[in-house]
């Protein structure tokens, strides 16, 4: 990802904000930022993205991104709303069930990224 951010920069792609697939290392998070703000460019941020994956997996990859300064959010969609949205299609929940596990789901993502990333002040 590094490399493609470093492309894409040459290429004359210059985004406020990149967004980075989930990490497992600090220091691959690290080199995110330091590349996506390399050369001067000190007000470009990242978020992380969760790829699908697992709810214990994307809150691995919220902790170790929101403690790199230069993280300033996150992304996570199918994470939060697949599964209750194949069952509230499927019938086997209400509407407003799906609703309050969407929003449970996000809000313990937010609360993750905002714990992790108050860190990096401290």
Not at 8 to 33: A, F, N, S, T
Not at 55 to 69: D, F, G, H, M
Request: proline residues 2%.
């Amino acid at each position: 990802m590094e490399q493609a951010i470093r492309e894409l920069q040459g290429g004359g792609v210059e985004p406020d904000i990149w967004k980075i697939e989930g990490l497992d290392r600090r220091e691959d998070c690290e080199k995110m930022v330091a590349a996506a703000r390399r050369d001067g460019r000190d007000k470009v941020a990242c978020i992380i993205l969760g790829r699908g994956e697992d709810e214990a997996k994307v809150q691995e990859w919220l902790t170790t991104a929101a403690a790199v300064p230069g993280f300033i959010g996150f992304a996570v969609g199918r994470t939060d709303f697949w599964d209750p949205l194949v069952a509230w299609r499927n019938g086997k929940e209400s509407r407003e069930q799906a609703v309050e596990q969407i929003s449970s789901h996000y809000r313990q993502f937010v609360h993750i990224f905002e714990q992790a990333h108050s860190k990096q002040a401290a």
